[in-house]
T-cell receptor
Framework: AQSVTQLGSHVSVSEGALVLLRCNYS??????LFWYVQYPNQGLQLLLKYTSAATLVKGINGFEAEFKKSETSFHLTKPSAHMSDAAEYFCAVSDPLGGGADGLTFGKGTHLIIQP | EAGVAQSPRYKIIEKRQSVAFWCNPI?????LYWYQQILGQGPKLLIQ????????DSQLPKDRFSAERLKGVDSTLKIQPAKLEDSAVYLC????????????FGSGTRLTVV
């Protein structure tokens, strides 16, 4: 069974500061990994995904994440936070070898707060 | 490209009533998923369809929840009878070929059971 742990239910950073959202996963096989952002009363928007290609993945809105197999981590970063980045962020994992059953397993989410 | 369409956007029902949600995936996407997102939590997979067949329904509470995907396109998710703990956002997602090709989510249906 797969699982995802997001450290910190709330993260607060100042505008212009580094954003770091932590995600660790548990999987018996190298998984596919995803970061999604959710704004209030909206669906989930894909930020970036790792599907066994380059370990450093660049996404939209200046976000990137690095897959570290030895640490079973997939932390999300952005060099300089903007007010518009305030939202809920979800890390998710799917099993590429699940025999077709590849639904996402999500973490509990991290609420990102941007201080002016 | 049109996104994943869901309706209704909001629904309020009394406990023990029934309710149905509808999802229209992106054209050509073979795989369709339903998720339940309880307030303050990450989404939880309820069921996955590949065309009109069920691939994974291991987390679907089958005593009250049912889903179908006729003709491999639109899908409906039904709850009968609803309980207070079913209050959540129900998200539909679709994918052309599964995980590696990415998933696109709809805006969801917010269900309140009173």
């Amino acid at each position: 069974a797969q699982s995802v742990t997001q450290l910190g239910s709330h993260v607060s950073v100042s505008e212009g500061a580094l954003v770091l959202l932590r995600c660790n996963y548990s999987s018996s096989v190298p998984p596919y990994l995803f970061w999604y952002v959710q704004y209030p009363n909206q669906g989930l928007q894909l930020l970036l995904k790792y599907t066994s290609a380059a370990t450093l993945v660049k996404g939209i809105n200046g976000f990137e994440a690095e897959f570290k197999k030895s640490e079973t981590s997939f932390h999300l970063t952005k060099p300089s936070a903007h007010m518009s980045d305030a939202a809920e962020y979800f890390c998710a994992v799917s099993d590429p070898l699940g025999g077709g059953a590849d639904g996402l397993t999500f973490g509990k989410g991290t609420h990102l707060i941007i201080q002016p | 490209e049109a996104g994943v369409a869901q309706s209704p956007r909001y629904k309020i029902i009394e406990k023990r009533q029934s309710v149905a949600f509808w999802c229209n995936p992106i054209s050509g996407h073979a795989t369709l998923y339903w998720y339940q997102q309880i307030l303050g939590q990450g989404p939880k997979l309820l069921i996955q369809f590949q065309n009109n067949g069920v691939v994974d329904d291991s987390q679907l509470p089958k005593d009250r929840f049912s889903a179908e995907r006729l003709k491999g396109v639109d899908s409906t998710l039904k709850i009968q009878p609803a309980k207070l703990e079913d209050s959540a956002v129900y998200l539909c997602a679709s994918s052309p070929m599964g995980g590696g090709s990415g998933y696109t989510f709809g805006s969801g249906t917010r269900l309140t059971v009173v």
